[in-house]
Structures are given as structure tokens and as C-alpha cells.
């Protein structure tokens, strides 16, 4: 209306050629007016409210896809509710499970614990079977000797029982072999560097004569002769308890066996170097050096008789007939050039000699209680 007014104010006061353009304004503002009318009309008849269709549209879909996302999420709580109720269930029965086998672990500690002190217990008796065992073993093994040297004591018995010939034949062998090393432990306190041993297979006293005598000499070294003064005075003190005679003095003690000495012969020995009869010669001039050298120093020696009341004491000389190592060898050789003392013990040809002899030397010591 302010435009119509201002467009008639302007055309009454130029009153020009504009006419047809205010109708034509005139005629705008009639459309505009009707079409204010028409959407008037037609938006004054919908509620306060209300949206446009499409919006409307837009909206219900969003509501439709929430109300089926909503029941998809409700089912899908529903199975997590079911899972969860499941694993409930197998928690429980897991923790049952659990405490059944915390149960059956202490009911296997305490067995083990009971086992473990059964084991010790039976480790204890063990080892005292064992000891016991042991004990038995060491028993039964003295028992085992006591029973071999018995058996030994037995055979003896019956030999002697069966044949107290030979027993007494055996028993003077030992006798032997007693008196040579008794002999050798004296010369060995005496004579510790000396050179001497007991050859129990030939039953001598061997020195070596390279120990006694020089390279070739007959006589025995001044500083040997102490050797064989030493060997005669043994023998004196030695020989009454095995030989007859004035100095016969048997006792029980030296000479339980009742052996007697046949002879103890003085030996001499070469190695094979040289002529057979000058080694000969040799060993009898090295035998006679040291039996004049015994008898010097202790001249009843030559008391001591045996049974036929020969003297005990004699002489050999063997030169090299009689090694008793290779003469191919310097040490061979060492070992033939020697001087030896043989013992010869008798040998009764029956039990009556061996009663005959009991008898006499029981008289030459002065008639004592006779032992058989």
C-alpha cells in the first residue's frame, strides 16, 4: 500500500507518460496477493506442529531401523544371557571339579607324606639288613677259615693217623726251613749290607761268593771273616736242639718235631769263566776258608754228631756243576759264584726209627717225660 501511494504521489506530481507501469504494479501486487491468499490457505489449515511428508517419512524409517536394531540387540542379549548362564553352569562345575582335585591333591600329599616316612622306615631296616647281612658275611667267612684250617688240622691228623712216616718227614722239612731263616734274620741284624738268602727249594742259606771272596781268591776278605765267625757260633748255639753228642740238649720248645740235622754241609760254587777242575779246586779251597773260619771261632762244632755220630758239619766244592741261574748273564753269574749252608735233615726209613730216635733224644737231654 505504501508503494501504491507513493507511486500515485509521484504521478501527481509529474503526471508523465507512467501509467501503464503502475497498472503493471498494480497487477504484480495482485499476484502477490493472491498468492499470499493461496499459502495462507494452505498452510493455515495444518496443525501447529506438523513436518513436511519426506522428513516425516525419513523419520519413521530411522524409528523402524532402531525399533529392529533394538530387537536384534535384544536377541542377541537374550543368547549372551543363555552363553553367559552356560558358562556360569561350567564355571561352577569347573570349580566344583577344582575343589574335588585340591581335595584329592591334599588326600595324595598326606599319602605321600605316609609313604615317604614308610620309605624311611623301610631304608632303616634295609640298612640294618644289610649291616646284618654284612655281619653274617664277615661270620660265615671267619667260619668258612676256622673250617679250612680244620680241614687242614683234619688231613694232618688223618696223614699223620694214615702215615706218621711221612708226616714226620714233612714236619723236618719245616723244621729245615725255620732254622736257615733263622739263621739269615740274625745275619741281617748283624750284617745289614750282606748278601744272603734262604733258597727254600734246595734248603740252603746261599751267600754270594763276590760278597765274601776277591775276584780269584780262595781265601775269604778280611772284612767277610766277622760273616762266617758269626754263622759258626750260631750254629753252635743252634745245633744241640737237632744234633747227638756231648752237647746234645734237645728240648720240646726249639724242637717239637723231634727233627734231627743229618748234616750241614758248607758249599762252595763257581760261575762256568775258567777251566772245569781249577773252579773245582776253586769252590773246595772257598768252602774250606770259610769252615776254618767257623770252626776257629766256635771249634765245638764239630761235636755235633748225627744218629751214626758222624759230625754234622762237612765240606763241598762244586765249581760250576751246580747254577742256579744262566751263566749267559753277568747277574747269572753273580748269582753261581757262591758259598752255600745246606741243611740235610734224616729221613727214618720206618715209624720204629722215628721211636728209636724220640728215645735217644730224649736221653742225651737228660732222659725227660717223652712226648709222642
Avoid at 552356560?86 to 591333591?105: G, T
Avoid at 614308610?118 to 639288613?129: G, M, Y
Amino acid at each position: 500500500m505504501k508503494h501504491a501511494r507513493i507511486r500515485r504521489s509521484v504521478a501527481e506530481e509529474e503526471e508523465s507518460a507512467f501509467v501503464s507501469m503502475t497498472d503493471m504494479t498494480v497487477s504484480v501486487l495482485f499476484i502477490v496477493i493472491i498468492l499470499l491468499a493461496f499459502f495462507a490457505r494452505f498452510y493455515g489449515n495444518q496443525e501447529p506442529d506438523a513436518v513436511p511428508r519426506s522428513t516425516y517419512e525419513a523419520v519413521k524409517k530411522e524409528r523402524d531401523d532402531a525399533v529392529s536394531s533394538l530387537e536384534r540387540v535384544q536377541t542377541e542379549l537374550k543368547l549372551v544371557t543363555i552363553e553367559k548362564d552356560r558358562i556360569a553352569a561350567e564355571l561352577s562345575d569347573v570349580s566344583r571339579e577344582r575343589d574335588e582335585l585340591r581335595a584329592e591333591v591334599d588326600r595324595l600329599s598326606e599319602k605321600l607324606v605316609r609313604q615317604d616316612a614308610l620309605i624311611r622306615e623301610l631304608r632303616d631296616k634295609l640298612r640294618e639288613k644289610d649291616q646284618r647281612i654284612s655281619d653274617l658275611e664277615t661270620k660265615l667267612a671267619d667260619a668258612l677259615a676256622r673250617i679250612a684250617k680244620l680241614e687242614t688240622q683234619l688231613e694232618m691228623l688223618r696223614r699223620q693217623m694214615r702215615d706218621p712216616l711221612e708226616n714226620y718227614i714233612a714236619q723236618a722239612d719245616a723244621t729245615r726251613i725255620k732254622v736257615l731263616k733263622e739263621i739269615e734274620a740274625r745275619l741281617k741284624v748283624d750284617f745289614p749290607l750282606l748278601e744272603v738268602k734262604v733258597n727254600e727249594r734246595n734248603g740252603a742259606l746261599q751267600f754270594k761268593g763276590e760278597g765274601l771272596f776277591g775276584k780269584g781268591a780262595r781265601e775269604l776278605l778280611p772284612a767277610k771273616r766277622a760273616v762266617m765267625q758269626r754263622v759258626g757260633t750260631m750254629l753252635d748255639e743252634i745245633l744241640p736242639c737237632y744234633t747227638f753228642g756231648d752237647n746234645s740238649s734237645w728240648q720240646e720248645g726249639c724242637n717239637p718235631a723231634f727233627a734231627v740235622i743229618e748234616a750241614i754241609q758248607i758249599e762252595g760254587h763257581t760261575d762256568s769263566e775258567g777251566a772245569e777242575l781249577y773252579n773245582l779246586r776253586l769252590s773246595n779251597d772257598r768252602a774250606v776258608s770259610a769252615f776254618s773260619t767257623m770252626t776257629s771261632e766256635a771249634p765245638e762244632l764239630i761235636s755235633h754228631l748225627n744218629l751214626r755220630e758222624q759230625p754234622v758239619i762237612s765240606v763241598a766244592g762244586y765249581g760250576e756243576y751246580r747254577p742256579i741261574a744262566s751263566n749267559q748273564t753277568r747277574a747269572g753269574e753273580d748269582e753261581n759264584r757262591r758259598i752255600d749252608l745246606r741243611i740235610i735233615m734224616f729221613s727214618p726209613a720206618s715209624t720204629e726209627q722215628i721211636d728209636d730216635l724220640k728215645s735217644r733224644l730224649h736221653s742225651a737231654a737228660g732222659g725227660g717225660n717223652e712226648t709222642q
